[in-house]
């Protein structure tokens, strides 16, 4: 059995400060543990509204609250745990095959999302029951 574990990280990504503020910065096959194929942005979450419901094949995402707070929960279907991404400098890197939610968005939440491919619907499992069937098989 694979362990939650191994299908995340939370990384600290590098923070220059000064007098000015705050600098933070990532590049793919460095801070972000892949080549960064696709950037696109979550925002303006309607209260108590959730995202994802899905898995991947092959892609890896990396999440970063830029703006306020939101909970990721992973799911293996055999179990899960909830993660609360709330700062601009440490990133969620989310490997293929884990189900996950992003939900309890703040008001004002940015979430920024690295992927690791082109967007390819193939490479999404949108049912829950089906993600089920094929971790079993594993």
């Known amino acids: ?3 939650l574990n191994s299908y995340y990280q939370l990384i600290t990504l590098p923070k220059v400060t000064d007098s000015r503020g705050n600098l933070t910065f990532m590049e793919g096959n460095k801070q972000v543990p892949f080549e960064v194929k696709r950037v696109y942005y979550i925002y303006d ?3 108590n509204k959730t995202r994802g419901y899905h898995s991947h094949y092959d892609q890896h995402q990396f999440l ?4 306020g707070s939101f909970e990721v929960v992973l799911d ?3 179990e899960q745990c909830r993660i609360i991404v709330d700062n601009p400098n440490i ?3 989310i490997k293929p095959g884990i189900w996950h939610v992003m939900e309890n968005f703040s008001k004002g939440c940015l979430l920024l999302a690295l992927s ?3 967007y390819d619907e193939s490479d999404y499992i949108r049912d829950y ?3 089920l069937k094929e971790q079993t098989m594993l």
Do not use: C, D
């Open 45 to 47: 979450v309607p209260e």
């Open 129 to 131: 029951n089906q993600y």
């Open 64 to 67: 970063i609250a830029i703006n």
């Open 116 to 118: 690791s491919h082109e």
């Open 1 to 3: 059995m694979v362990n």
């Open 91 to 93: 990133g969620l890197h």
């Open 76 to 78: 293996t279907g055999r």
